[in-house]
């Protein structure tokens, strides 16, 4: 029993260092964009060095108290979680500062979760690991001592899927309709941004907007509060009967065959799926948005 109990803090030691270098790693990311500042600013005269009495970085949208770093490490923090808190306007962030937050809701709030939110949808990240690890090196695809098979994985990607379509399908729709087109208050690749933030924070229960969006009309009150409906109840539909799936199984004595899930190239496997399959799903919609900005500034900067 003890060696068990072991084994199991030791598998989540795993998942929860893989957690821990996501969110570091994102937060570096943010911090970093909004130290280096706004070309566009630069351009215009603006100094953004940090000196003995300025912050610097990209000040626009955010407290003096808190500056470039501590507002993107907030920024990281409360899109890691499910808290929406903000200390700090997200739609004046940098394109890469903006991207970063919102990558962190589309791939379920996971890092480290937020309450009643994150951690399933990290649970159906490690059994597609564990199923994929089993595969590249021909091992028996376990976890916790019950056998991974073809109805977990499909549940799994249903847990992943649904947030997935929810987001991305009311994003096509809004950037085609009148009444979609009619919220963003920026035009181009930023007005993109605003409306696929609104989306997917609603479907993450997050809270944290691209203020920039005018959600307050009839078209965004219903199709955000559908959005946030499908977020919160259908996704936990699939995951439920995961639960169950695993639970109805016979725990399986471990043995040279299984493949461990509790050491560091597992945590590595794991952020490698993390990244592959989930924030790549959204790769298309972040060069249409946030990545395409980016590339604007800095070709608008160079041209200065």
Known sequence: MFG?????????????????IVLVS??????????????????????????????GGNMEGKSVRFGPIYSGNFAAST???????????HDSFTPLGGMVPLVLIQLGEITPGGVGAGLYGMLAFV????FIGGLMVGRTPEYLGKKIESKEIRLSMLVILVGVFNILIFTAVSVLVPAGQAGPLNPGAHGFSEILYAF???NGNNGSAFAG???NTIYYNTTLGIAMWIGRFIF???????AGALAGKKVIPSSRGTMATDTPLFAGLLIGVI???GALTFFPALSLGPLLEHFQLAANHLAH
């Open 127 to 130: 059994v597609i690991a564990v």
């Open 275 to 277: 990244l592959i399959v």
């Open 236 to 242: 936990v539909i699939p995951a439920l009967a995961l």
């Open 26 to 55: 994102a937060t570096a990311l943010v911090a970093t964009a909004e130290q280096i500042g706004n070309p566009a600013l630069t351009a215009v005269g603006a100094d953004q060095a940090n000196s003995a009495t300025q912050a």
């Open 4 to 20: 068990k109990m072991v084994g199991s803090i030791r598998q989540g030691v795993a998942i929860a260092a893989a957690m821990a």
């Open 79 to 89: 899109t890691g979680t499910s808290t929406g808190s903000v200390d700090s306007s």
């Open 200 to 202: 997917t924070s609603t």
């Open 213 to 215: 969006l005018t959600g």
